[in-house]
T-cell receptor, first 111, second 113 residues
């Protein structure tokens, strides 16, 4: 069945550092791919998405590119802020199947 | 307006009790879900409902039962609560099952003592 594997972390960075959180997937069809963010005490919020190969999703300085050849959707940000501290989830959803999430990666950004 | 709202936000109860968590979405979505998030933040899908029809039930004990009075609501009933049921439960909805983004509620932190 469909599955997502992401770097579990935790990841600790200094402010303005470069961020990469790796995500790879397994799916029988052509899924849509997502990154969600969960701030402390809150629900999950959609950060960005991509629906087909080579699409790049972007939002709030975060980017991820749908790479079919490597079945990956790595999350990147050029300069993180303290306010980016949260748990990040990679997810996929394919036709007639429910969304599947990775294990989540906790990011802590220190001033 | 909150897109997906669930109540209560916190629920503390004793073992053996029966409890319910309510969920409502005002997005006009056709599919609703319940997820369980454990202490390590791992998310596990419990149920999904599409047009009032249960689609999946992934190895969830039958003490858990979803009830959908209409397309906008999906409540979660839990009977005979156990210590291991302590977790955060999230309701979510999406326009369709598959390929569409999901919108999440704020979560209900259930603590069984």
């Amino acid at each position: 069945g469909d599955s997502v594997t992401q770097m579990e972390g935790p990841v600790t960075l200094s402010e303005e550092a470069f961020l990469t959180i790796n995500c790879t997937y397994t799916a029988t069809g052509y899924p849509s791919l997502f990154w969600y963010v969960q701030y402390p005490g809150e629900g999950l919020q959609l950060l960005l998405k991509a629906t087909k190969a080579d699409d790049k999703g972007s939002n709030k300085g975060f980017e991820a590119t749908y790479r079919k050849e490597t079945t990956s959707f790595h999350l990147e940000k050029g300069s993180v802020q303290v306010s980016d501290s949260a748990v990040y989830f990679c997810a996929l959803s394919s036709n007639n199947n429910d969304m599947r999430f990775g294990a989540g990666t906790r990011l802590t950004v220190k001033p | 307006d909150t897109a997906v709202s669930q109540t209560p936000k916190y629920l503390v109860t004793q073992m053996g009790n029966d409890k319910s968590i309510k969920c409502e979405q005002n997005l006009g979505h056709d599919t609703m879900y319940w997820y369980k998030q454990d202490s390590k933040k791992f998310l596990k899908i419990m149920f999904s409902y599409n047009n009032k029809e249960l689609i999946i039930n992934e190895t969830v004990p039958n003490r858990f039962s979803p009830k959908s009075p209409d397309k906008a609501h999906l409540n979660l009933h839990i009977n005979s609560l156990e210590l291991g049921d302590s977790a955060v439960y999230f309701c979510a909805s999406s326009q369709e099952r598959g390929r569409a983004e999901a919108f999440f509620g704020q979560g209900t932190r259930l603590t069984v003592v």
